[in-house]
């Protein structure tokens, strides 16, 4: 089955820079791969996500990277906020073919004033 | 989106009781419904895959006799969680996809069980 791995588990940057996360996987077949946000105790909250025949993806502060190749993708976060302290999640799924989504092991993300 | 209601949002039951959490698509009818457990600081971890008017799928590791799962409509898919135990407890949720990828989650349930 499809294995999903994140880095770093927890990152903590002043307001105003960049955050990265980055994530692997494992199963060449996956074909979606959406970036949650988690505050405690509550859902999942898509952020952004990006389909296999797209390299890159941008919604104002928040863009997403694929490589599709290495089977690697990244979140990048700019202009960091305090809201956007949380959980930050990546997962992939194969769109069409069952849709289990596969998450990631979470990133702690801090943004310090 | 999909709008998915889960309820309750918080139980607290006595070890050895069942529990029964429902998962409501409001205004979407889904043939699949998925169900996932997250403990503390952990990640979601798919349990299964709840399928309509048939036996929900498994995954590695759960055990369907105590995790059972009824998909009875296109709007509705319930876990019970039987003869809970401490270490049961834990954040469930579900999902539904819609537009063939995107996932939306229920409020998940928060499980006590003492």
């Known amino acids: 089955g499809e294995n999903v791995e994140q880095h770093p588990s927890t990152l903590s940057v002043q307001e105003g820079d960049s955050a990265v996360i980055k994530c692997t996987y494992s199963d060449s077949a996956s074909n979606y791969f959406p970036w949650y946000k988690q505050e405690l105790g509550k859902r999942p909250q898509l952020i952004i996500d990006i389909r296999s025949n797209v390299g890159e993806k941008k919604d104002q502060r928040i863009a997403v990277t694929l490589n599709k190749t290495a089977k690697h993708f990244s979140l990048h976060i700019t202009e960091t906020q305090p809201e956007d302290s949380a959980v930050y999640f990546c997962?992939?799924?194969?769109?069409?073919?069952?849709?289990?989504?596969?998450f990631g092991t979470g990133t702690q993300l801090k943004v310090e004033l | 989106g999909a709008v998915v209601s889960q309820h309750p949002s918080r139980v607290i039951c006595k070890s050895g009781t069942s529990v029964k959490i429902e998962c409501r698509s409001l205004?979407?009818?889904?043939?699949?419904m998925f169900w996932y457990r997250q403990f503390p600081k952990q990640s979601l971890m798919l349990m299964a895959t709840?399928?309509?008017?048939?036996?929900?799928?498994?995954e590695q590791g759960v055990e369907k006799d105590k995790f059972l799962i009824n998909h009875a409509s296109l709007t509705l898919s319930t876990l019970t969680v039987t003869s809970a135990h401490p270490e049961d407890s834990s954040f469930y949720i579900c999902s539904v996809i819609k537009g063939g990828a995107e996932a939306f989650f229920g409020q998940g349930t928060r499980l006590t069980v003492v």
């Open positions: 709840s399928n309509e008017g048939s036996k929900a799928t498994y």
């Open positions: 997962a992939a799924s194969k769109a069409g073919g069952g849709n289990k989504l596969t």
């Open positions: 205004d979407f009818q889904a043939t699949t």
